[in-house]
Every structure is written in structure tokens, then in C-alpha cells.
């Protein structure tokens, strides 16, 4: 039982360089987020999604994109990546309805020189 | 603005001994809550959550109090044990928000010596 699985694990970019990270979950659910986790603030949301094909912007959405293609699948993009943006990146994930708990994967550590 | 905020960043107490963590919130559409642990290197899980609708929740050694009017609410864990070592993560969340999201606290670190 897999879970909500993250990958890459640790990435190094330079500034402006581009990439994805990829979530995948395993648990059906309908709802899926990104969040970023910095010293001393907390987990911010990023982007989530309510369905296939769906996003929408969370706290902090700017140099950011999203795609839910797939179900499983939630892609949080960088596109020209800056300082700013080294983090550890969580993606989570939950069923639709009520007051579901979010399941977490084990991170993203990114560093952006 | 910080909607759920964890005022101490870190919190030290005896093996045995009672850990109490805080948390406090302004927006008052929140009505439910949660309590997330997380160890180094692992993503954050689900520890124990309390619905406005009550002010106690226990689940074994954990319990969590609210308190409505104050806009506060802890975390109690006795006895605290080695393993409880962690960083606890307050959060919550609002009936008409979309898609169950959740608000977080910037965490407390919490160490419990042998």
C-alpha cells in the first residue's frame, strides 16, 4: 500500500531552470494538493485540485503551475525556477465530501541556486 | 496573515511527563480542526482532529481541547514518551471552503528526553 508517492525525492535546479514534480496516489481519492514547507511558516498551499482535470489556486500560487490529467496524478510545475522557491514540497491527497484527513507523501527537498 | 498560529516553536519536557501544545486561530468560519505529527525526512500524519461542535477529543494518550471563544486549542499528551519526539503541525479548516482545505500553524518542535 503505496500511498501518496513523490518524486523526485531531492532535486538541485539553477535559476531559471525548469521542472516537475510528480505526486501519484494509489488510494482513489478525488482531491489533491501541493503545499510547500518553509522554516518558521508553517505548510502553505500551493495549488489543489477537487477532480480530474480540475485546479485551482491555493495561499501561494505565483511561479507555479498544475495539471491533474489523471486522476492519480497531480503535477505541480516550475517553469523558470528562482531562490525563492527552494522548499520542501508536500503533495497530499483525500477523499471528496465531509471532513476527510489529507494523507501526506514523504516530500520534495528542491534547492534552487 | 497567519489565520492559525503556533506560538512557541519548540517545546522540551520529561519522558512521562504531560506535553502541552498550543494553537491559536482568528478566522472564526473555521470549525474544524486537526493535529498533524511529523518525524524528519517523512511527510506530516494525521494524529487527532475535534469538530467545533465539541470542546474534547482523547484518543488514547492524545487529547484535544477546544475552546470556542477563546479561539485556542491544545494538544495533550500524556504521558509523553521518547517516540512523541516530533514536529506538530495545528490545522484547520472551514465548512463552505472548497475542496477540504486546510489552514496550517507554523509547528512546534517537540522533544521529550529519556
Given at each position: 500500500?503505496?500511498?501518496?508517492?513523490?518524486?523526485?525525492?531531492?532535486?538541485?535546479?539553477?535559476?531559471?531552470?525548469?521542472?516537475?514534480?510528480?505526486?501519484?496516489?494509489?488510494?482513489?481519492?478525488?482531491?489533491?494538493?501541493w503545499y510547500r514547507?518553509?522554516?518558521?511558516?508553517?505548510?502553505?498551499l500551493i495549488h489543489?485540485?477537487?477532480?480530474?482535470?480540475?485546479?485551482?489556486?491555493g495561499?501561494v500560487p505565483?511561479?507555479y503551475?498544475?495539471?491533474?490529467?489523471?486522476?492519480?496524478?497531480?503535477?505541480l510545475?516550475?517553469?523558470?525556477?528562482?531562490?525563492?522557491?527552494?522548499?520542501?514540497?508536500?503533495?497530499?491527497?483525500?477523499?471528496?465530501?465531509?471532513?476527510?484527513?489529507?494523507?501526506?507523501?514523504?516530500?520534495?527537498?528542491?534547492?534552487?541556486? | 496573515?497567519?489565520?492559525?498560529?503556533?506560538?512557541?516553536?519548540?517545546?522540551?519536557?520529561?519522558?512521562?511527563?504531560?506535553?502541552?501544545?498550543?494553537?491559536?486561530?482568528?478566522?472564526?468560519?473555521?470549525?474544524?480542526?486537526?493535529?498533524?505529527?511529523?518525524?524528519?525526512?517523512?511527510?506530516?500524519?494525521?494524529?487527532?482532529?475535534?469538530?467545533?461542535?465539541?470542546?474534547?477529543?482523547?484518543?488514547?494518550?492524545?487529547?484535544?481541547?477546544?475552546?470556542?471563544?477563546?479561539?485556542?486549542?491544545?494538544?495533550?499528551?500524556?504521558?509523553?514518551?521518547?517516540?512523541?519526539?516530533?514536529?506538530?503541525?495545528?490545522?484547520?479548516?472551514?465548512?463552505?471552503?472548497?475542496?477540504?482545505?486546510?489552514?496550517?500553524?507554523?509547528?512546534?518542535?517537540?522533544?521529550?528526553?529519556?
Amino acid at each position: 500500500n503505496a500511498g501518496v508517492t513523490q518524486t523526485p525525492k531531492f532535486r538541485v535546479l539553477k535559476t531559471g531552470q525548469s521542472m516537475t514534480l510528480l505526486c501519484a496516489q494509489d488510494m482513489n481519492h478525488e482531491y489533491m494538493y501541493w503545499y510547500r514547507q518553509d522554516p518558521g511558516m508553517g505548510l502553505r498551499l500551493i495549488h489543489y485540485s477537487v477532480g480530474e482535470g480540475t485546479t485551482a489556486k491555493g495561499e501561494v500560487p505565483d511561479g507555479y503551475n498544475v495539471s491533474r490529467l489523471k486522476k492519480q496524478n497531480f503535477l505541480l510545475g516550475l517553469e523558470s525556477a528562482a531562490p525563492s522557491q527552494t522548499s520542501v514540497y508536500f503533495c497530499a491527497s483525500n477523499p471528496s465530501g465531509g471532513r476527510n484527513i489529507q494523507y501526506f507523501g514523504a516530500g520534495t527537498r528542491l534547492s534552487v541556486l | 496573515d497567519q489565520q492559525v498560529k503556533q506560538n512557541s516553536p519548540s517545546l522540551s519536557v520529561q519522558e512521562g511527563r504531560i506535553s502541552i501544545l498550543n494553537c491559536d486561530y482568528t478566522n472564526s468560519m473555521f470549525d474544524y480542526f486537526l493535529w498533524y505529527k511529523k518525524y524528519p525526512a517523512e511527510g506530516p500524519t494525521f494524529l487527532i482532529s475535534i469538530s467545533s461542535i465539541k470542546d474534547k477529543n482523547e484518543d488514547g494518550r492524545f487529547t484535544v481541547f477546544l475552546n470556542k471563544s477563546a479561539k485556542h486549542l491544545s494538544l495533550h499528551i500524556v504521558p509523553s514518551q521518547p517516540g512523541d519526539s516530533a514536529v506538530y503541525f495545528c490545522a484547520a479548516s472551514a465548512r463552505e471552503t472548497s475542496g477540504s482545505r486546510l489552514t496550517f500553524g507554523e509547528g512546534t518542535q517537540l522533544t521529550v528526553n529519556p
